[in-house]
């Protein structure tokens, strides 16, 4: 088995969370980064789609990988890395998960504070937020400040449902328009830096 299993009919999707935890792990064995794939690695993925595509199974299934200790091709689903994410149990694997109609600054500044501590276990600190939608526009702000200056252990997974265009996929290459213009929509201030697009897988 794999991590990836539940993650179904998202194959390109899947090669590039693939890629990524594969650039991670390069990462992780030699932090001058030689030998990453360009382009396979972000510290922040947004992955979007109609409720019920299947955006937090591939979000928590790609954690996973980045979790992931036994050797081989990451996200094994049989090792504690792996079995812990599924099961939430890992310590350094967060979700965000909106009780109320939005998600608080002071909420995001918890988990902004939270993925840039050092791993308790793991080799990163994931922090999945689940319909980021939800965030306010301070939150917005607390949060994009994290994306653009995290911490080299900092991963910040967003789930969220504003492009529905994407019907059953997830981030695809022919979508990459779409993609920019519904991140610039929701976050104004946002930099896109075009090199390190995780779709550009080189
Ligand atoms: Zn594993």
Redesign the pocket.
């Known amino acids: 088995m794999s991590?990836w299993d539940d993650v179904v009919g998202q194959e390109p999707s899947v090669a590039v969370l693939r890629d990524a935890a594969r650039a991670a792990r390069d990462l992780h064995a030699d932090p001058s980064g030689r030998g990453v794939k360009p382009g396979a690695l972000t510290h922040a993925w947004l992955f979007t789609g109609p409720p019920g595509s299947g955006r937090s199974v591939a979000a928590r299934a790609f954690a996973?990988a980045l979790q992931?200790?036994?050797d081989g091709e990451?996200?094994?689903?049989?090792?504690s890395?792996?079995h812990t994410t599924l099961t939430r149990s890992h310590p350094d694997v967060h979700a965000v998960v909106p009780e109320g109609l939005s998600i608080s600054v002071a909420e995001m500044r918890s988990v902004v504070a939270t993925a840039a501590r050092l791993p308790a276990l793991g080799r990163w600190q994931v922090v999945l937020i689940e319909d980021a939608d939800r965030l306010t526009e301070q939150a917005s702000n607390a949060l994009l400040k994290a994306v653009e200056e995290p911490p080299l252990e900092d991963w910040l997974e967003l789930l969220d449902a504003v492009q529905r265009r994407i019907n059953r996929r997830l981030l695809r290459p022919e979508e990459e328009a779409t993609i920019k213009k519904c991140i610039t929509e929701r976050f104004p201030d946002a930099k896109i830096d075009d090199t390190k697009l995780p779709w550009r897988g080189g």
């Open positions: 991590v996973a992931c200790v036994r990451p996200g094994c689903g049989e090792c890395g792996c």
